[in-house]
């Protein structure tokens, strides 16, 4: 298993979400981890759990948190992934 990204600690009423996907290797779900690293930095940690991207997104708000899994599934949209 590759070592988490921390989270910036939040507020006792943080909103958080975990999505998991599947790649066809461990390769390329870390090279995609990698890839969304750079735009998510303070909202999202990410590590590789086999061939699994698991991404662990974070907000103080419900529609914060909205937005920044939109953006993760936008940009997996646009490299092909989703």
Known sequence: M??????PPRGPAAHTASLRIRFPSR??????????APDNAGHVAWMVDGSDLVLEASSDSVLGLVRTVDDLLGCLRAAGVA
Do not use: S
């Not at 390769?27 to 969304?36: F, M, T």
């Open 2 to 7: 590759t070592t988490p990204l921390p989270i």
């Open 27 to 36: 390769v390329e779900a870390d090279r995609a981890g990698r890839a969304l």
